[in-house]
């Protein structure tokens, strides 16, 4: 089946930690994102990617940091500066060719700082 | 002001009531238009997507645009509890990989 997971499904983290959510895709698509969703605040772009080894910042990047190594994964760090983290993790990709705008999405990682 | 306007709710609405789903917007080089369905602590599902403007029908669910207006709209015929949930509006203009969304439209439907 093809598809986007998101790893793992709940996350808890003590403050001053640094935390690793997995996304992986096998939809063939270029681009990749991050969005970080709030109640009553919709989503809110952190990073994406539209190539392999090349990531640019979204609205709200700071505390927060990418890697695009591989053409299937786009793995998002939470680090100590994100002062506020907690807060439920949803990554996306989509094509680039063919100018395709549609994004699907993963199920998500509800992330708690304790 | 934000780029998409989208009223949050919550909305609820008796079975097979008629649903009228809304967002504007003020970025006129909005040429993609999308409508997300999200239930409760899932991923937004792709529900419809419509290039400028026009109607576009799937199912019990029509997907209007007028950019004349800078609104789009998301009727739901026959609406069932299965339904609730928040729906997303988001939108690109032609070139832009980023897609800015909607706060999302909690809606329940009641049996």
């Known amino acids: 089946d093809g598809g986007i997971t998101q790893s793992p499904k709940y996350l808890f983290r003590k403050e001053g930690q640094n935390v690793t959510l997995s996304c992986e895709q096998n939809?063939?698509?270029?681009?990749m994102y991050w969005y970080r969703q709030d109640p009553g605040q919709g989503l809110r772009l952190i990073y994406y990617?539209?190539?392999?080894?090349?990531?640019q910042k979204g609205d709200i990047a700071e505390g927060y940091s990418v890697s695009r190594e591989k053409k299937e994964s786009f793995p998002l760090t939470v680090t100590s500066a994100q002062k506020n983290p907690t807060a439920f993790y949803l990554c996306?990709?989509?094509?680039?060719?063919?100018?395709?705008?549609?994004?699907?999405f993963g199920p998500g990682t509800r992330l708690t700082v304790l | 002001q934000k780029e998409v306007e989208q009223d949050p709710g919550p909305l609820s609405v008796p079975e097979r009531a008629i649903v009228s789903l809304n967002c504007t917007y003020s970025?006129?080089?909005?040429?993609?238009f999308m409508w997300y369905r999200q239930y409760s602590r899932k991923g937004p599902e792709l529900l419809m997507y419509?290039?400028?403007?026009g109607n576009k029908e799937d199912g019990r669910f029509t997907a209007q645009v007028d950019k004349s207006s800078k609104y789009i709209s998301l009727f739901i015929r026959d609406s069932q509890p299965s339904d609730s949930a928040t729906y997303l509006c988001?939108?690109?203009?032609?070139?832009?990989?980023?897609?800015?969304f909607g706060q999302g439209t909690r809606l329940t439907i009641n049996p």
């Open positions: 996306a990709s989509s094509m680039v060719a063919g100018a395709s705008y549609e994004q699907f």
């Open positions: 939809l063939n698509h270029d681009a």
């Open positions: 990617s539209q190539i392999v080894n090349d990531f």
């Open positions: 970025n006129s080089a909005f040429q993609y």
């Open positions: 419509t290039y400028s403007s």
């Open positions: 988001a939108m690109s203009a032609n070139g832009a990989q980023k897609l800015v």
